[in-house]
Structure formats: C-alpha cells, structure tokens
C-alpha cells in the first residue's frame, strides 16, 4: 500500500492504494467476532492505486487515484464515479500525488501537482493557491514534462494543514524543498535554509502539529540517493529553526511521521523496515514489534474516535493497533510510582 485513509462511519472503513492492483476499501473491524473476510473488501479505483482520502462529515464521497494524479470522487452510497483531476498541462504529477481534505471543512480538497490545488466544493471547480513550489531543475526536465520514461520530477509529495488554523499549510517536494504559508497561498516561505545538515532529498513527509501553532514535523528519504540515513526534524517557530529529533533511530530511510492529536510527546514514525513510537517528542524511539514485520511503513494514520494507529505496509497490507494506552503516557504519568490507564 502506497497510503491509507479512513471514515468516522462505524465500525470505521480504511481504503488504501496498492500497487498495479488499484485501490481497496473495507471495514476497519468486523462485527461477527469471524475476522475479516475476503469478501469485506471492494474495489474503488483501478490503475496503480495512491492516495486515498474520505471526507468525514457523512462518510459519503472518497478521493482517490491512480499514478501520475487522475483524480475521481466517489460517491460510496451510489457507486457514483466523477472524475474531478484539474487539468493543465503544463502541471506536474508525482506518481503518489497527495490528496488533503481540510480539516475544517470537508468540501475542501488540495490536491497537489508542481503547484498546490485547491477545490471549494468537492472537486467541482479548482484554484491554483501557489506558484511552483519545487526547484524545477532544468536537468530533470530534459522531456518537458518533468522526467523521462515513466517518472515526473519536480513535484509535491507530501502536503498538511493545521488543524488549528485554516490556511496553515506545510508542503514537501521530491526534489527537498519544504514551504509553509500561513494565509491560504498567497505567500509561500522556503525553509530550506534554516534545516540543521539538510540533505534536501525526496521529502517524504510534513506534518503540522495539532497542538501548537508554529510546530511541525519534517522527513526526508535518501534511499533514492542510495543514502539510507536517517532525516526527521521539528520546528516550534513556523520553520524559522529545526531540531533534529532522529535520536537513537537506527539507520533507515523515513517515509512518514505522524503526532498523536492528543498527546503531543506522542510521535510515530515509519521506516522501510519498521514502525517506531516516540513517548517524549522525539527525544528517543522504541520499534513496535509484536505482530509487526519487518516491512516497509509508507503511511500512518491516528483514528480520532477509536485512537487506532492504522499502519499501511509495502508488501503486508494493513495493520491497526489501539494507542489509547500511548496517549495516556504523558510525562506527569511516566514520573508516578504507579498510574492506573483508562481503558476503552
């Protein structure tokens, strides 16, 4: 699975795209106390599957893809299929190109290309909300359309806005650059600069925190550089300087960090060989093993409702843990003698 979404629908649907298989979507749990069948799961999407994302006011419409950005909105209720992709050919689409329903209304969609895309109504109209936000290195466009064969350069592969105010949204390209703007697109900041030993590599993830304003989350994989290093940083000013928060991380590429939306000192992170937790913001990492492979972790996802960690794997499909435990870990918790966690 290149990525993973859900639904506030219960039990709660997750739909992931695979690859040169489309996309699926099936039910988190199942009710029958049987397990879940086959049979559980329907096909939504065709093509190399990407990314997946519901809007979570009915649990009605899903957005989703194939490589290179065909977008399509389905209507879950009727099977209804529109196809919603912002056509300009000048734009350029990586092969997992991110899809983003805001969380403060669910008509908004961002879609992102070289530029950053914006639907006030479900992907009926768009507006362009930035100028192009990669480096668009003449070297890499020998083609004109950004690659040859079958790879596009130059685009956004990661995007995130603050839950705590519309407008505040973060932006990682395949080529290292890392923007924020804080009205919507109409100013964009490069932050490139402020990075302690930026590689500016292939960004693999942003995330801005829920719980303070200016801080957010940074990682970048080398692997396409045969660098397997280890590159995640946060900032706590808008991006005017970072930290490097890989502490006692093993050496591995990192596709995706996420922070628990409640318990801002819980951080989970995703390599190409495993699941990491994080208890005190970054400052040391535990692998989650148990019934984890060791396989790559391409996307995380936190369930509001449920505070279920919905893993989605390169190879073994998806995993869903219950963190409500984790959230409870704060730091006044961990300094007791003995703490009694609240179960669900």
């Not at 329903?101 to 362009?128: I, T, Y």
Request: aromatic share 12%.
């Amino acid at each position: 699975l290149y990525s993973v979404g859900y639904d506030m629908s219960y039990p709660y649907r997750v739909a992931g795209g695979l690859q040169d298989n489309g996309s699926k979507m099936g039910p988190h749990t199942s009710v029958s106390g049987r397990g879940i069948r086959y049979e559980d799961w329907f096909g939504v999407g065709g093509g190399d599957g990407m990314y997946n994302e519901f809007e979570t006011c009915n649990n009605r419409y899903l957005f989703n893809e194939s490589q290179f950005g065909p977008l399509s909105r389905l209507d879950t209720w009727t099977g209804e299929r529109k196809g919603i992709r912002y056509n300009d050919p000048e734009l350029r689409f990586n092969w997992n190109a991110p899809i983003l329903v805001s969380p403060h209304d669910c008509n908004v969609v961002f879609h992102a290309a070289s530029k950053l895309l914006r639907s006030p109504n479900m992907g009926e109209s768009w507006e362009v909300i930035s100028d192009d936000l990669t480096k668009a290195d003449p070297m890499t466009l020998a083609t004109g359309k950004g690659g040859d064969g079958n790879i596009q350069y130059a685009t956004i592969t990661t995007i995130s806005e603050s839950t705590l105010q519309a407008g505040l949204i973060w932006v990682g390209t395949d080529d290292g650059n890392v923007q924020v703007t804080r009205d919507g697109g109409e100013t964009w900041t490069l932050v490139n600069d402020n990075i302690p030993n930026n590689p500016e590599y292939w960004v693999s993830r942003v995330e801005a925190s829920y719980h303070d304003l200016g801080t957010a989350y940074v990682s970048y994989t080398g692997m396409r550089r045969d660098d397997f290093g280890t590159y995640v940083y946060k900032t706590t000013d808008f991006g005017a300087t970072w930290t490097d928060i890989s502490a006692n991380l093993p050496e591995e590429p990192v596709n995706v960090i996420r922070e628990h939306h409640q318990n801002p000192n819980l951080l989970f992170l995703g390599t190409d060989f495993a699941l990491y937790v994080s208890v005190d913001g970054g400052q040391s990492w535990t692998k989650m093993k148990n019934n984890m492979p060791t396989n790559p972790v391409y996307d995380l996802k936190i369930h509001p409702r449920e505070n279920d960690l919905i893993v989605a794997t390169h190879g073994r499909g998806i995993y869903i843990a219950d963190v409500s435990p984790l959230a409870q870990a704060t730091e006044q918790n961990l300094e007791r003698n003995g703490y009694f966690f609240r179960p669900e």
